[in-house]
């Protein structure tokens, strides 16, 4: 892991066309700007945890029994 320190209105950017600006500092909390193009997905990370627990779920032999009652 990259660690990098930033001071309010300071960016980075990551692969040329995405770019995280702080926003404001609040204590402990850290606003944040993304600024990536459409086609990249970004989400906060307890989000993607259950996103991908949601497809694997899915991809479950009961996952698939009910795909199959939905098709009839």
């Given amino acids: 892991m990259l660690a990098l ?3 309010k209105s300071e960016a980075l950017i990551i692969n040329n066309n995405i770019e995280i ?3 404001e500092i609040k204590g402990e909390q850290v606003k944040l700007g993304i600024s990536a193009p459409k086609e990249v997905p970004v989400y906060r990370k307890e989000v993607y945890i ?13 996952g698939l029994e009910a795909l199959q009652d939905l098709m009839g």
């Fill in 5 to 7: 320190s930033r001071k």
């Fill in 21 to 23: 600006t702080v926003l």
């Fill in 50 to 62: 259950q996103i991908q627990d949601a497809n694997k779920e899915a991809m479950t032999l009961d």
